[in-house]
């Protein structure tokens, strides 16, 4: 199974911009890229996938690179609620299980 | 909608015991998928079911084992429960084995002392 690569931690502003990075230099053609978030004492939460093409919904947007080997989840304004730990998972459209790869996710917090 | 629902909450067990822990699935939902997340780490995933039978596997041995109903709730069984047991259990739903949206409950808090 592909993996990916976040940083450990990243801190954030309120109401500002917030870029969260993910490396998946091994992906394959047929890997889709989704970010689910876990607030405290929740379960994961989808956000957003996306196979090749940048991708906006109401909670974030998914910016691919061409290359298709890193990729980055882009909230707009930050507020504190958005403060959780963040996952970059591949999964293969092809598998066809629920299966999801979790790593170890970026802790973001932010600040008021 | 109802969203997804586990019971119970919170368990505390000892070495050698069985558990069985209890998913809904959210409305139209008719797979359900666990994950076992330790302390400090990501979730694994266990197995996960569809028309009542079990539809892929990850790494864990057999002792973890699960049921679907017809109405596609589902159960997780751990028989002879190890200290390296203990972790939030967590189900997850999804329209079909390969919904690109998976839909999780909070999860059951399980302590093996």
């Known amino acids: 199974d592909a993996k990916t690569t976040q940083p450990n931690s990243m801190e954030s502003n309120e109401e500002e911009p917030v870029h969260l990075p993910c490396n998946h230099s091994t992906i394959s053609g047929t890997d889709y890229i989704h970010w689910y978030r876990q607030l405290p004492s929740q379960g994961p939460e989808y956000v957003i996938h996306g196979l090749t093409s940048n991708v906006n919904n109401r909670m974030a947007s998914l910016a691919i690179a061409e290359d298709r080997k890193s990729s980055t989840l882009i909230l707009h304004r930050a507020t504190l609620r958005d403060a959780a730990v963040y996952y970059c998972i591949l999964r293969d459209v092809a598998g066809n299980t629920g299966k999801l790869i979790f790593g170890q996710g970026t802790t973001l917090q932010v600040k008021p | 909608e109802t969203g997804v629902t586990q019971s119970p909450t919170h368990l505390i067990k000892t070495r050698g015991q069985q558990v069985t822990l209890r998913c809904s699935s959210q409305s139209g939902h008719n797979t359900v998928s666990w994950y076992q997340q330790a302390l400090g780490q990501g979730p694994q995933f266990i197995f996960q079911?569809?028309?009542?039978?079990?539809?892929g596997r990850g790494n864990f041995p057999p002792r973890f084992s699960g049921l679907q109903f017809p109405n596609y709730s589902s159960e997780l069984n751990v028989n002879a429960l190890e200290l390296d047991d203990s972790a939030l259990y967590l189900c997850a739903s999804s329209e079909g084995i390969g919904a690109n949206v998976l839909t999780f409950g909070a999860g059951s808090r399980l302590t093996v002392l």
């Open positions: 079911y569809y028309r009542e039978e079990e539809n």
